[in-house]
């Protein structure tokens, strides 16, 4: 098999055991996906990887329930950088209001990749938020949200970051969505990546 193949396989691999080992709680393994100087930017949390991981272990020892689902996937490959790009969606479930909820938020994950020691691994994650929803999960169940809370944040996770706030979190307000200037800078920085440039 060509190593360009292998490459992309591999890219692959890693993005898929991110969500699996996340989302199970394989701490170990999930450490494994980043590089060391790798860092996630979340609505909730941007930090270098291992404050990620402590976060993440944090928030599942109190019961906040987070999960992910992939999609399709477009790797750019220049020697030993990567830009992937995966279909994704984030599951979330809380009480929003004394009413329990999910919510799901779709989007793509947009990874800054890197070949080293022979090893693929995270250096930068940064999600695009396209749309989300939220639903109580008793349908019968009657929710009204507060509009001048909901208005704060991007359409692409507005009731994402509104269920998250509610839980205590202190959501980013600016993240990349489908469209305008924050994913045309996103993009900006992912050819930059692949050119031999800092991720930014």
């Not at 990567?82 to 799901?104: C, P, W, Y």
């Not at 998250?164 to 993009?187: C, N, R």
Request: hydrophobic share 45%; proline share 5%.
């Amino acid at each position: 098999m060509e190593p360009e193949m292998l490459d992309r396989l591999a890219i692959r691999a890693l993005v898929e055991n991110w969500a699996v080992w996340r989302d199970a709680g394989d701490w170990d393994r999930f450490a494994t996906c980043w590089h060391a100087d790798g860092y996630m930017m979340a609505t909730w949390c941007q930090a270098p990887a291992a404050e990620f991981i402590a976060a993440s272990k944090a928030g599942w020892a109190k019961g906040v329930s987070i999960l992910h689902f992939l999609g399709g996937h477009s790797a750019d490959v220049a020697g030993t950088r990567a830009i992937a790009q995966t279909k994704m969606t984030i599951s979330q479930r809380a009480e929003v209001h004394g009413v329990l909820v999910d919510v799901v938020c779709t989007g793509r994950f947009y990874d800054f990749l890197e070949k080293r020691e022979g090893r693929w691994g995270v250096v930068l994650r940064q999600p695009i938020y396209e749309k989300d929803r939220m639903d109580p999960v008793d349908p019968a169940a009657r929710l009204a949200l507060d509009p001048a809370l909901l208005a704060r944040f991007p359409e692409g996770y507005r009731h994402l970051a509104y269920l998250q706030t509610q839980i205590g979190y202190a959501v980013k307000t600016d993240m990349p969505g489908l469209k305008g200037p924050a994913v045309e800078a996103l993009y900006a920085r992912g050819g930059a990546w692949l050119a031999g440039g800092p991720h930014g």
